[in-house]
C-alpha cells in the first residue's frame, strides 16, 4: 500500500500553531547552526573549528604543523569557512590569524565542551 495520507483522527492545532510559532521565532539560530553544522560537517574544519575555539586565534602555518597538512589545503578550509561567515582574520605585520566569530563560538560552545571532555559518544548515546 502506498498511501501516504495522514491517518490520524484529529489534529493538535495549538500544538501546530505552537511549534510554527517557535520556528518563526528561531529562525535566524536555525540557519546559523544549519550553517555551521554544514561547514563543520568535515573533519578537518571541525578539527581546525576546535583548536580555534580553544587557542582564540591561530594562523595558518600554526594549523599546518599541528594537522601535518601543506598550506594550501588549511588556507582552503579557512577560505570556505571564512566565506561562511564563521571565522574572521587579523593580519598582525604578515601573519594572518583566524578566529571564530563570537556569535558562532556561542553556537559551538556545547560540542566542543563535550569534544574536550571525551564525552561525545556518552553524550550521543544517553
Do not use: W
Not at 529562525?27 to 581546525?48: D, T, Y
Request: with cysteine; net charge positive.
Amino acid at each position: 500500500m502506498n498511501n501516504k495520507t495522514c491517518i490520524r483522527m484529529g489534529a493538535d492545532l495549538q500544538q501546530i500553531n505552537c511549534c510554527k510559532e517557535m520556528l518563526d521565532c528561531c529562525e535566524n539560530s536555525i540557519q546559523k547552526l544549519a550553517s555551521a553544522l554544514n561547514l563543520a560537517g568535515n573533519e578537518v574544519r571541525l578539527k581546525i573549528l576546535y583548536l580555534l575555539f580553544d587557542q582564540q586565534k591561530m594562523c595558518v602555518c600554526d594549523l599546518s604543523d599541528i594537522l601535518k597538512m601543506k598550506i594550501p589545503a588549511i588556507s582552503q578550509h579557512l577560505r570556505k569557512m571564512k566565506d561562511g561567515g564563521i571565522v574572521s582574520n587579523e593580519k598582525v605585520a604578515q601573519t594572518i590569524f583566524y578566529s571564530i566569530k563570537p556569535e558562532y563560538k556561542k553556537l559551538l560552545n556545547p560540542f566542543f565542551k563535550m569534544i574536550a571532555n571525551n564525552n561525545v559518544l556518552s553524550e550521543i548515546a544517553a
